[in-house]
């Protein structure tokens, strides 16, 4: 049974594999489009985490202060 396990998972992981690095009518594909965008989307994550640590802040000396 552990046999099957493992072909099945190799099986599905070869497959993500090909289809995220199958290239598109444009000439592109997942994997290009991901890590052409990842610099964009950490600075959106790391804004938003300096806004969440912001928030958090101005809550915590509200509540203190009362």
Known sequence: ???LKFIIVGAAVGYGIS???K???DGR???DDLT???PDWF???KQYAE???EQVG???KTNVNL
């Open 1 to 3: 049974m552990g046999l």
């Open 19 to 21: 289809y995220i690095t």
């Open 23 to 25: 290239k598109g009518p």
């Open 29 to 31: 594909s997942i994997l």
């Open 36 to 38: 052409e965008n990842a």
């Open 43 to 45: 600075e959106k994550a």
């Open 51 to 53: 806004d969440a640590v």
């Open 58 to 60: 101005k809550t915590v």
